[in-house]
């Protein structure tokens, strides 16, 4: 039986991205079709005690390290991440968006106070300055080249603070369907951050394939010649 769930996950997997990749408009924008498309794309997320070993890390040891009193987490999927946080920080005003509504559907199942919304990060609708701090976890990953480059410019205007944990296997380049190694601290540079932390995350799935690193950084004062 259960291969037969398996078959079928991948069956429907399939047949979402071949509705992607006929789908008009840019790559991030068939990228995050795909992805708003799945059925099973939340259904797992609670369930991995190393995804809840790292949300406790980012919790406990990484959110604190720039102690923001707002954050919005781009890609939240079932909101483990923010749920954490609000455990350990219950006074944060905190929020997450996702392109996929089941999976939002999910996450404010929990009643957690945290807002969640449907949203597509590439319609940016955060205004400027209106965070302290944004958080990503394997979503700029799943984000092609132009699409990350565009996302890291809008969170630059309007966060003073990233945490990011995403796939970099120590080469750029796509690694699957809609999966991408990317060197999020040259990403983030780039775009006015500096550098607090850059390393190894904690919590990895499986370094060979998917080996995860973390940024952390600080947006420099305009004007400033890094």
Avoid at 190 to 204: A, D, M, P, V
């Amino acid at each position: 039986m259960a291969d037969i769930h398996s078959i079928s996950a991948r069956a429907k997997r399939g047949l979402s991205y071949a509705m992607s990749r006929i789908r008009r408009g840019t790559e991030a924008g068939k990228a995050s079709a795909y992805w708003a498309s799945l059925t099973d794309y939340h259904l797992t997320n609670d369930d991995d005690p190393i995804a809840h070993e790292r949300s406790r890390w980012l919790a406990d040891t990484i959110v604190p390290m720039i102690a923001p009193d707002s954050l919005l987490e781009v890609g939240t999927n079932s909101g483990r991440n923010l749920q954490y946080i609000s455990q350990a920080r219950p006074q944060m005003i905190l929020k997450g968006i996702d392109v996929n509504a089941r999976a939002i559907a999910l996450a404010r199942s929990k009643r957690l106070p945290i807002t969640f919304e449907v949203a597509d990060a590439n319609d940016w609708a955060e205004a400027a300055d209106s965070w302290d701090a944004v958080l990503t976890m394997s979503v700029l990953d799943h984000i092609p080249d132009e699409g990350a480059e565009t996302l890291a410019e809008h969170i630059s205007e309007s966060a003073s603070a990233m945490i990011s944990v995403e796939l970099w296997d120590g080469t750029p380049g796509t690694r699957g369907v809609y999966k991408y190694s990317r060197n999020t601290r040259e990403l983030f540079e780039r775009h006015g951050f500096e550098t607090l932390l850059w390393e190894k995350s904690r919590g990895q799935y499986d370094e060979d394939k998917s080996l995860l690193w973390l940024f952390v950084g600080r947006r420099l004062p305009a004007g400033h010649d890094s």
